[in-house]
């Protein structure tokens, strides 16, 4: 388990940029998955994007060609670049840092970043 600080949310126009950090407590050599979910008021938390420890990365298709995901393993942080914002994107943003094992995954969670986004 490993403990996570997102930074970098706020508010922004729509067409805007934000650039989310997820500082891990610890190496991230060993996180199998890091990613970012959302959640809006009255909807379930989503998948934004995640990347594996071989960079292999996936987006929601809402998301494709505005958001990057990143990571630095030296840094033991994360990163999410977002481009071109809409008002729809407005959410409550946390890192994830996933461990798989045979039988299941291991989660980690930060506190999550308030990303809110003006028309």
């Known amino acids: 388990q490993v403990q996570l600080v997102e930074s970098g949310g706020g508010l922004v126009q729509a067409g805007g940029s934000l650039r989310l950090s997820c500082a891990a407590s610890?190496?991230?050599?060993?996180?199998?998955?890091m990613g970012w979910y959302r959640q809006a008021p009255g909807k379930q938390r989503e998948l934004v994007a995640s990347i594996s420890n071989i960079g292999s990365t996936n987006y929601r298709d809402s998301v494709l060609g505005r958001f990057t995901i990143s990571r630095d393993n030296a840094k033991n942080t994360g990163y999410l670049q977002m481009n071109s914002l809409k008002p729809e994107d407005t959410a409550v943003y946390y890192c994830?840092?996933?461990?798989?094992?045979?039988?299941?995954?291991?989660?980690?969670w930060g506190q999550g970043t308030q990303v809110t986004v003006s028309s």
């Open positions: 994830n840092a996933r461990r798989s094992v045979g039988f299941g995954d291991y989660d980690s």
């Open positions: 610890r190496t991230i050599l060993s996180i199998n998955n």
